[in-house]
């Protein structure tokens, strides 16, 4: 439970598209999980095509939300509450996303998202 906890955790943080230094500042991650964020992140750069003028505002906003789900991953609330929570996180960085990325950006980042999740529930069902 607590490697799927860890696994679902880490998706996120991928998910969300964090920078690559605030990957490498994670403490509580393995080598081998920061190179494997690391790696993702660069995919998503590429995946979203991302200008210059992007860059800093799309790691800006995904810096905030990384240390939101970091806070709600180390507190000691339910796993129900942790849910909805999760939700309402994901809901709000993905307004602040849409309103700077172009749509067809918007797409594939929403793409992304859902092909992290399919993932992870292929491992959860395994």
Same mark, same amino acid.
């Given at each position: &439970?607590?490697?799927?906890?860890?696994?679902?955790?880490?998706?996120?943080?991928?998910?969300? !598209?964090? #920078?690559?230094?605030?990957?490498?500042?994670?403490? #509580?991650?393995? $080598?081998?999980? +920061?190179?494997a964020?690391?790696?993702?992140?660069?995919? $998503?750069?590429?995946?979203?095509? *991302?200008?210059p003028?992007?860059? %800093?505002?799309?790691?800006?906003?995904?810096?905030?939300?990384?240390?939101? *789900?970091?806070?709600?991953? $180390?507190?000691? %609330? $339910?796993?129900?509450? +942790?849910?909805?929570?999760?939700?309402?996180?994901? !809901?709000?960085? #993905? %307004?602040?996303? +849409?309103?700077?990325?172009?749509?067809?950006?918007?797409?594939?980042?929403l %793409?992304?998202?859902?092909?992290?999740?399919?993932? &992870? +529930? !292929?491992?959860?069902?395994?």
């Amino acid at each position: &439970m607590k490697n799927l906890k860890l696994t679902f955790a880490l998706s996120l943080l991928i998910s969300l !598209g964090f #920078n690559v230094m605030q990957a490498q500042s994670l403490s #509580n991650f393995t $080598d081998d999980q +920061k190179e494997a964020v690391i790696t993702q992140l660069k995919v $998503d750069k590429e995946r979203l095509a *991302l200008t210059p003028e992007q860059e %800093e505002p799309f790691l800006e906003i995904s810096k905030k939300y990384v240390l939101k *789900l970091k806070d709600l991953k $180390d507190s000691d %609330e $339910d796993r129900k509450s +942790k849910f909805k929570k999760l939700k309402t996180i994901q !809901g709000q960085k #993905n %307004e602040e996303m +849409k309103s700077m990325l172009s749509n067809q950006q918007f797409i594939t980042y929403l %793409e992304i998202q859902s092909e992290r999740k399919a993932k &992870m +529930k !292929g491992r959860r069902n395994n």
